[in-house]
């Protein structure tokens, strides 16, 4: 299983971008599918979240209305539109799943204790996203 994250960039403030999330070896419609970020000196964060069984999207508080997140079944990639981007969203972006079907049960996107060692978890290689101040 490979998820392969790309699109991050330098944007200016209000700028946009589209990050992907490019899945093989895992058919991503099943599973529920997380953005999290790190920015430096900061703890990984759960941005945004997209279910495998019913196409329910979650958003951390700062980023709703800004972001949508989408999910392309023919091309098994899911999508992170940024909009409006401020500073505050500079950090390295990464796709994760741990196989759960809805977001409200993932841990890799909430950020859950992980009660089990049989929980799998695939993080794609991070993308940069910088927003100069």
């Known amino acids: 299983v490979q998820l392969q994250a790309s699109g991050g960039g330098l944007v200016q403030p209000g700028g946009s971008l589209r990050l992907s999330c490019a899945a093989s070896?895992?058919?991503?419609?099943?599973?529920?599918i997380g953005w999290v970020r790190q920015a430096p000196g900061k703890e990984r964060e759960g941005v945004s979240c997209?279910?495998?069984?019913?196409?329910?999207?979650d958003f951390t508080d700062s980023v709703k209305g800004r972001f949508t997140i989408s999910r392309a079944s023919a091309k098994n990639t899911v999508y992170l539109q940024m909009n409006s981007l401020k500073p505050e969203d500079t950090a390295v972006y990464y796709c994760?799943?741990?196989?759960?079907?809805?977001?409200?049960?993932?841990?890799?996107?909430?950020?859950?204790?992980?009660?089990?060692?049989?929980?799998?978890?695939?993080w794609g290689k991070g993308t940069q996203v910088t927003v100069p101040s």
């Open positions: 997209i279910s495998g069984n019913n196409g329910s999207t």
């Open positions: 994760a799943t741990d196989l759960q079907s809805d977001c409200k049960d993932s841990y890799v996107y909430n950020n859950l204790p992980r009660t089990s060692l049989e929980i799998q978890e695939y």
């Open positions: 070896g895992l058919t991503l419609d099943y599973y529920a």
